[in-house]
């Protein structure tokens, strides 16, 4: 990823990821990994990792604000966490997710949506659910780069009957014809989400521009978790899916700090002299 001079899956020292960059790992068969964000802490700490590309994700309503489903974040609520990250990183490119009902009633509203995103948050593309070329097209009309986002699109969980792998037997051709419909509409890269893996297998060998999955196997180009999933923190809302794979247990370690702290002012033993002035 990061050779001896710096540069980072091919952008120059100091330099961010640009979707170009994207597109030559592609070109050269070459993986990325690719994590949720929403505040400047984990911004500064991923984009220090490595990691090429940060989403500033509508699951921030489920991850951070606590609600059932993605469906009640606004744009309104999104900005300001999409601007942290910007600005807490260097390196990394930060995709600002369009909320649930900020871009479904066609390009006009879609690229109002895309362009405060762009003027108000300083991301350096969006990303939008559903197999929609024309809104894809009108946004990346108007010099705003868009990643798609098909098989098991979030937004529209009441309408799928939850959270269930798309694509299986028959509806394989219709995810693969939803996919070629995104590149051909311009969009730079796409997220699969919940696809069986020889699905995705085939889509990633038949499209040009690089996939991003998520319970779609080992084939993609690149993958994509939800950093609280990632790293362990999730607490409640119901069982980790499958796809997921914890690094790390932080919901155990900040469990741990809390309780021995609180433990050590209870005891007296927290402040000392050290921490006194
Ligand atoms: O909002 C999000 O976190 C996403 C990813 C799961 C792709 O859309």
Redesign the pocket.
């Given at each position: 990823m990061s050779d001896a001079v710096g540069s980072l899956y091919g952008a120059p020292v100091g330099q961010r990821i640009r979707t170009r960059h994207l597109q030559q790992l592609k070109d050269r068969g070459e993986k990325w990994a690719m994590l949720?964000s929403y505040d400047q802490y984990t911004a500064r700490l991923f984009d220090e990792a490595g990691i090429p590309v940060l989403?500033v994700?509508?699951?921030a309503a489920n991850n951070v604000f606590g609600y059932e489903t993605?469906l009640p974040v606004t744009t309104d609520e999104l900005i300001p966490m999409a601007r942290a990250v910007v600005r807490a990183t260097s390196r990394a490119l930060v995709v600002g997710?369009l909320a649930f009902g900020s871009y479904e009633e066609g390009p006009a509203q879609a690229i109002r949506t895309s362009v405060r995103f762009m003027k108000e948050a300083q991301v350096h593309a969006v990303?939008l659910e559903g197999a929609r070329p024309l809104l894809i097209e009108a946004i990346v009309s108007t010099g705003i780069p868009v990643m798609a986002?098909i098989g098991f699109t979030?937004q529209s969980e009441h309408q799928i009957g939850g959270y269930r792998v798309q694509g299986r037997g028959e509806d394989a051709k219709h995810l693969i014809e939803a996919a070629h419909s995104c590149q051909e509409a311009g969009a730079f890269a796409i997220?699969l989400?919940m696809v069986p893996a020889a699905v995705a297998a085939q889509i990633t060998s038949e499209l040009g521009i690089p996939t991003i999955g998520?319970g779609a196997g080992p084939d993609c180009d690149a993958q994509?978790l939800?950093w609280q999933d990632m790293a362990g923190l999730r607490v409640g809302g119901g069982p980790v899916p499958r796809f997921v794979k914890k690094y790390a247990d932080l919901a155990t370690t900040l469990s741990d700090a809390a309780k021995t702290y609180a433990a050590e002012v209870r005891d007296g033993v927290f402040p000392t002299q050290d921490h006194s002035f």
């Open positions: 949720t989403l994700g509508d699951s993605t997710d990303k986002h979030p997220v989400e998520i994509v939800v």
